[in-house]
């Protein structure tokens, strides 16, 4: 089964602050998020692979919540870099299955 | 080079023709997969490998068979194309699966008219 994104789509003005979330009804053993550009495949950002685990990456930071079966990309002080589509993807079995994604839009 | 390639990437074909996408990663890592994009569907699992001939269905394998005779080799065949299957299509690698991030390669755009 497939995660669950929230927003569908966001628009920022550069500097301001976001929260993508994904959330799965299955449990989960490790969490993925991406970002994929326009025209171009998904590049890795981050893993977190134990519940109450928060990575960060320069201004772009994540949480799991094992109990809750979600997790959480925040991005602080956006950039017109940020702007992509940002995907969760979340273990299975043996394979992962990714949400169908958060447009984000960092506007000047 | 070093990474993962994609060939093609483009491609056009008629209905009812077999067609393969090839997939190479020069790293060795031991899972490679097969993703379908689409609009409103985000990435969708095709098939996967965990290591040289051993192949597992994900969620839409009907239409598509795969092989891997060898580590870096992963291709992906539509053995009848449908225009259903119209997509960018990923192939990805990972080292260690769910505990390691995967790399995409530049994708396949596809046509089946």
């Known amino acids: 089964q497939q995660p669950v994104q929230s927003p569908q789509a966001v628009i920022l003005r550069e500097g301001e602050d976001a929260v993508i979330n994904c959330s799965s009804s299955?449990?989960?053993?490790?969490v993925h998020w991406y970002r994929q550009k326009h025209g171009e495949a998904p590049v890795f950002l981050m893993i977190?692979?134990?519940?109450?685990e928060q990575k960060g990456h320069e201004k772009i930071s994540a949480s799991f919540n094992e109990k809750k079966q979600q997790s959480s990309l925040y991005l602080t002080a956006s950039q017109l870099s940020y702007s992509g589509t940002y995907f969760c993807?979340?273990?299975?079995?043996?394979?992962?299955?990714f949400g169908a994604g958060t447009r984000l839009t960092v506007k000047p | 080079d070093a990474g993962i390639t994609q060939s093609p990437r483009y491609k056009i074909t008629e209905t009812g023709r077999q067609v393969t996408l090839m997939c190479h990663q020069t790293?060795?890592?031991?899972?490679m997969f097969w993703y379908r994009q689409d609009l409103g569907h985000g990435l969708r699992l095709i098939y996967y490998?965990?290591?040289?001939?051993?192949?597992d269905k994900g969620e839409v394998p009907d239409g598509y068979v795969v092989s891997r005779s060898k580590t870096e080799n992963f291709p992906l065949t539509l053995e009848s194309a449908t225009r259903s299957q119209t997509s960018v299509y990923f192939c990805?690698?990972?080292?260690?699966?769910?505990?390691?991030?995967?790399?995409f390669g530049s994708g396949t755009r596809l046509t089946v008219v």
């Open positions: 990805a690698s990972s080292e260690g699966h769910l505990a390691s991030g995967y790399t």
């Open positions: 977190l692979l134990k519940g109450g």
């Open positions: 790293w060795s890592h031991s899972y």
């Open positions: 490998s965990a290591a040289a001939d051993i192949t």
């Open positions: 993807g979340t273990g299975g079995n043996n394979d992962m299955r």
């Open positions: 299955k449990a989960l053993y490790s």
